[in-house]
């Protein structure tokens, strides 16, 4: 299967189309159709050293989970750190899938992910609990929160690139806004600036400007902070605000135009 599908690599990138790897999955799952099979056929592709067989592995470990939850966690990690984006991409996708379908059981490993060594692990977490967003119920909230929050320190680029705006703004603002206007109300307390970046790049979002008169009293502390890193944020934020909205922009933010 996988030199067929390395046949048909695109131009710009290393795998297949999405639609050509979406075949080959359901090819796997009715073909073989019995979960021990399909595992294993998961941990050959997983072990492949194939960028595509890395991202199908992913995906079918995920979705046969409970055969071996500790040697998918393994592999899972293991893929999280691949050089390639695109496999760091579908194993943020397994990663939710199983985070959706085996909370109690994957929510403490993802936890640990959070204090791992490589920013692309960490990063995994972050992406994970977006796409979990969009399928957990709202009792889910705050420990999709809770995932994250260690992470709002966080000083790689490539962790904060994908939290405030990404992840909070573009995810779990999204669908559970209460809880976390909530929690940006405890966040906005703490004086570390990675914190801050992130609580000023939520707002740049298209979801998070229908939040900014909710949020005001926040982003007025932010605007008072001179530090370089909350600075950039703010500025970067507000210019985006007004692209989006600018009757938003003139009535909050219209002494910061120059």
């Known amino acids: 299967m996988l030199d ?25 799952y009715l073909g073989l159709q019995q979960s021990a099979t399909i595992y294993n056929v998961g941990i050959q592709l997983a072990n492949s050293k194939s960028p595509t067989g890395e991202e199908l592995g992913a995906i079918v470990l995920a979705t046969h989970y409970n055969v071996n939850p500790s040697e998918v966690n393994s592999v899972l990690l293991k893929l999280a750190d691949n050089t390639h984006w695109e496999v760091r991409e579908w194993v943020a996708s397994a990663c939710a899938i199983v985070l959706t379908n085996n909370f109690q059981n ?19 977490v972050v992406v994970a609990v977006k796409y979990s967003a969009r399928k957990l119920e709202e009792n889910y909230a705050d420990l999709l929160i809770d995932l994250i929050e260690p992470l709002l320190c966080d000083e790689d680029r490539y962790v904060k690139r994908n939290l405030g705006a990404f992840a909070i703004g573009d995810g779990i603002l999204k669908y559970y806004p209460k809880h976390l206007i909530n929690r940006l109300n405890i966040w906005i ?18 979801e998070g400007i229908k939040y900014i008169e909710d949020s005001i009293h926040v982003l007025k502390i932010l605007s008072n902070d ?3 890193i909350v600075k950039s944020a703010f500025k970067s934020t507000i210019l985006s605000i007004k692209k989006r909205d600018p009757e938003i922009f003139h009535k909050y933010f219209g002494k910061y135009e120059t």
């Open 226 to 228: 001179q530090r370089k």
């Open 189 to 206: 307390n703490s004086e570390n600036e990675h914190v801050r970046w992130n609580i000023m790049k939520i707002f740049s979002t298209a």
């Open 106 to 124: 994957f929510y403490p490993v993802l936890l640990g992910w959070t204090k791992n060594h490589s920013p692309n692990v960490r990063r995994a």
């Open 4 to 28: 067929i599908l390395h046949m048909q690599v695109t131009k710009h990138a290393i795998t297949p189309k999405q639609s050509v790897k979406d075949k080959a999955l359901k090819i796997i």
